[in-house]
């Protein structure tokens, strides 16, 4: 697939791995964001595993979130992804997604093995606005 458009059109739930409970982090604001346009968004954070954040219970893992997960979005180290992606395996999600500025050529060959699509250095709210809400994200008040 590697379509993202596609990809954002048919999968509606994401494990959102280095969430935060402050407001203001980037990966609070995108997942506010998604929740915003329909997507189901599991907070993952283990310094806040039990918590709420923006009205969704705080999982310490992926592999604790009970519900299918369709897109692992990681908002934490390149070094990282590894692990994540073993847990993406492992919960049989169909997406592993790495925010901007974050690859991992491992993770990626792992994923791909198992026929799990792989994003990397793209960001889900920036991707989303782009092909379904045509803003440009330098100047979103332009529109395509």
């Not at 923006?54 to 009970?66: A, S």
């Not at 369709?70 to 070094?79: A, G, L, Q, Y």
Request: hydrophobic share 40%; aromatic share 8%; with cysteine.
């Amino acid at each position: 697939m590697n379509d993202i458009k596609e990809i954002l059109s048919k999968y509606k739930k994401i494990a959102m791995v280095g969430v935060s409970n402050d407001l203001t982090k980037a990966s609070t604001i995108v997942m506010k964001y998604m929740q915003k346009y329909g997507f189901k968004v599991y907070p993952v954070n283990p310094k806040a595993e039990g918590q709420k954040i923006l009205g969704e219970d705080v999982c310490g893992k992926i592999t604790d979130i009970k519900d299918k997960v369709d897109i692992v979005n990681v908002f934490r180290p390149s070094k990282e992804a590894l692990d994540i992606a073993r847990d993406t395996i492992n919960i049989k999600a169909k997406v592993l997604w790495l925010q901007l500025g974050i690859k991992n050529l491992e993770a990626k060959k792992l994923v791909e093995q198992k026929k799990i699509e792989y994003i990397e250095n793209r960001c889900t709210k920036m991707e989303y606005q782009k092909h379904f809400l045509k803003v440009r994200q330098a100047f979103p008040v332009l529109q395509d």
